[in-house]
């Protein structure tokens, strides 16, 4: 099937377009979401490492805060695929998936943190000798995984993008057919997806100098442009999403 895709600009048009009136949702959605993991965060770093307890009761919480992560990741995937395909999204969409495919969410966020485990282990192995020896033979090792790691986010990230949509626009699949056919969608329109990666970096850059100020704008834009590349990807051959479910059951947003 020859389908000619949209390129990296029409694609940040066609966010821009659909986030235009969206961007007290996607705020408010993101800011929510935030503070629990900052919340998280900061219990995290209140636990004590001085014994074995600590240390096991800290490994723990960092393992669930991931999975929060996670689940908050497809929260925003459900989010946005309302907003970008014109239907009408609430922050509390955020929360969707602590109440619906909480384990394809969990099982899913998994394997991505597998994955980052490993692109970023030269890195993080050569960080702690260089801390504790002061060799400065590890700076090399930790310039070279730095570059892997970097690069290992991108390939990442591109291949399996559409994962968390797939989630909600196929809910017969099981979590291992998702991560199958990610690889199968992206791999061609992988390059794509890298050089719009890189054209993001000024916005990212923009994050950082606003001391996260301008965060919760600069994502919603990103995560509305990733919808968006999704959507594209998916045609012409378009997923049904699922009709409209029940997240306002009990839920004030």
Same mark, same amino acid.
């Given at each position: 099937? $020859?389908?000619?895709? #949209?390129?990296?600009?029409?694609?940040? /048009?066609?966010?821009?377009?659909?986030?235009?009136? $969206? *961007?007290?949702?996607?705020?408010?959605?993101?800011?929510?979401?935030?503070?629990?993991?900052?919340?998280?965060?900061?219990? @995290?770093?209140?636990?004590?490492?001085?014994?074995?307890? /600590?240390?096991?009761?800290?490994?723990?919480?960092?393992?669930?805060?991931?999975?929060?992560?996670?689940?908050?990741?497809?929260?925003?995937? %459900?989010?946005? +695929?309302? &907003? &970008? $395909?014109?239907? =009408?999204?609430?922050?509390?969409?955020? %929360?969707?998936?602590?109440?619906?495919?909480?384990?394809?969410?969990?099982?899913? @966020?998994?394997?991505?943190?597998?994955?980052?485990?490993?692109?970023?282990?030269?890195?993080?192995?050569?960080?702690?000798?260089?801390?504790?020896?002061?060799?400065?033979?590890?700076?090399?090792?930790?310039?070279?995984?730095?570059?892997?790691? *970097?690069?290992?986010?991108?390939?990442?990230?591109?291949?399996?993008?559409?994962?968390?949509?797939?989630?909600?626009?196929?809910?017969?699949?099981?979590?291992?057919? &998702?991560?199958?056919?990610?690889?199968?969608? @992206?791999?061609? #329109?992988?390059?794509?997806?890298?050089?719009?990666?890189?054209?993001?970096?000024?916005?990212?850059? +923009?994050?950082?100098?606003?001391? /996260?100020?301008?965060?919760?704008?600069?994502?919603?834009?990103?995560?509305?442009?990733?919808?968006?590349?999704?959507?594209?990807?998916? #045609?012409?051959? =378009?997923?049904?999403?699922?009709?409209?479910?029940?997240?306002?059951?009990?839920? #004030?947003?």
């Amino acid at each position: 099937m $020859n389908k000619k895709y #949209n390129p990296p600009a029409l694609l940040k /048009g066609l966010a821009r377009e659909r986030l235009a009136g $969206n *961007f007290g949702v996607t705020v408010r959605a993101y800011i929510w979401s935030r503070v629990i993991m900052v919340l998280i965060a900061w219990l @995290t770093m209140s636990v004590s490492l001085s014994d074995t307890g /600590g240390r096991v009761f800290y490994v723990v919480i960092y393992v669930i805060s991931l999975m929060i992560s996670g689940i908050f990741d497809a929260g925003s995937a %459900f989010l946005y +695929l309302h &907003i &970008i $395909n014109g239907r =009408k999204a609430y922050p509390g969409m955020i %929360f969707y998936c602590f109440r619906h495919h909480t384990d394809r969410s969990v099982l899913l @966020t998994a394997y991505l943190c597998v994955l980052e485990t490993l692109y970023s282990l030269l890195f993080a192995v050569s960080y702690i000798l260089y801390g504790t020896s002061g060799q400065t033979g590890y700076l090399g090792l930790m310039i070279i995984g730095a570059g892997i790691m *970097f690069a290992g986010y991108l390939l990442v990230h591109a291949l399996y993008l559409p994962m968390y949509y797939l989630m909600h626009d196929f809910p017969d699949y099981s979590a291992v057919e &998702i991560i199958r056919l990610c690889p199968k969608l @992206t791999m061609v #329109n992988i390059g794509r997806l890298v050089s719009l990666y890189i054209s993001l970096i000024p916005l990212k850059l +923009l994050e950082i100098l606003s001391l /996260g100020v301008g965060a919760p704008w600069v994502e919603s834009y990103i995560s509305a442009i990733e919808s968006e590349y999704y959507m594209d990807l998916m #045609n012409p051959v =378009k997923a049904v999403s699922d009709p409209e479910p029940s997240y306002h059951d009990g839920v #004030n947003y």
